[in-house]
C-alpha cells in the first residue's frame, strides 16, 4: 500500500515563497514521472506540475509557469515544488501523486497554502 504525505504548506502573504515536500512509503518513486496537484475550494483538482523519471523533463500549467518550480531527489524518495511569487489565486490543498493517471495511488491528505493579499 502507497502512502503519500505532503508538507510545507502554510499561510504566506502574497509575493511570498513555500517549499513543499512529497514523501511516499510503500513505493520507490524513482521509476515514476510524478506530479503536484492542487484543489482550491469548490473547484476541481487540476494539474500544477509534472517532472519524469530521471528529472531530465517537467512541466508546469500555465498559471504557475515561471514562478513554480518542481524537483525530485530519488535517493531520498521524494518530490518538491518550490513555490515562489504567490498569489492569492494560489490558495488550494496541494497534492502529489503519479503523473499518469493510470498509474495513481490513492490521493494523500494533501497540504494547504493560503496566500493572503
Known amino acids: 500500500q502507497v502512502q503519500l504525505v505532503e508538507s510545507g504548506g502554510g499561510l504566506v502573504q502574497a509575493g511570498g515563497s513555500l517549499r513543499l515536500s512529497c514523501a511516499a512509503s510503500g513505493r520507490t518513486l524513482s521509476s515514476y514521472d510524478m506530479g503536484w496537484f492542487r484543489q482550491a475550494p469548490g473547484k476541481e483538482r487540476e494539474f500544477v506540475a509534472t517532472i519524469t523519471w530521471n528529472g531530465g523533463r517537467t512541466s508546469y500549467a500555465d498559471s504557475v509557469k515561471g514562478r513554480f518550480t518542481i524537483s525530485r531527489d530519488n535517493s531520498h524518495n521524494a518530490v518538491y515544488l518550490q513555490m515562489n511569487s504567490l498569489k492569492p489565486e494560489d490558495t488550494a490543498v496541494y497534492y502529489c501523486?503519479?503523473?499518469?493517471?493510470?498509474?495513481?495511488?490513492?490521493w494523500g491528505q494533501g497540504t494547504q497554502v493560503t496566500v493572503s493579499s
Open positions: 501523486n503519479a503523473a499518469q493517471v493510470v498509474l495513481r495511488w490513492d
